[in-house]
């Protein structure tokens, strides 16, 4: 795929687990698509993801699976055309 950042083909996804919060409000966010470029090194998240990120946290008793701590799947294929846009960085908000 087309890397966001610099333009250039070769751009991956990567799938990781991501933690979010930390204690009791600890959650985790398995299969989290990273997109990886080799080109300008840049690894960062699409806005849709970010969207379903947030919307994981904001849903996260209804998501997440009970084990010694909250452990919530990303979920795929439910999203419709969004533009694409790069956020750099990766931020966490706990
Ligand atoms: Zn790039």
New binding site residues.
């Given amino acids: 795929m087309i890397?966001?950042?610099?333009?250039?083909e070769?751009?991956r996804t990567r799938h990781i687990t991501r933690s979010y919060g930390k204690g009791d409000n600890l959650l985790l966010i398995e299969n989290v698509p990273v997109i990886n470029?080799?080109?300008?090194?840049?690894s960062y998240l699409t806005a849709e993801t970010l969207h379903e990120i947030e919307r994981i946290k904001l849903h996260r008793r209804n998501f997440a699976t009970k084990r010694a701590i909250s452990v919530a799947g990303y979920m795929l294929g439910h999203h419709s055309q969004s533009k694409k846009q790069a956020n750099k960085s990766f931020h966490s908000d706990g």
């Fill in positions: 890397c966001d950042i610099c333009g250039q070769g751009a470029c080799p080109h300008c090194g840049e």
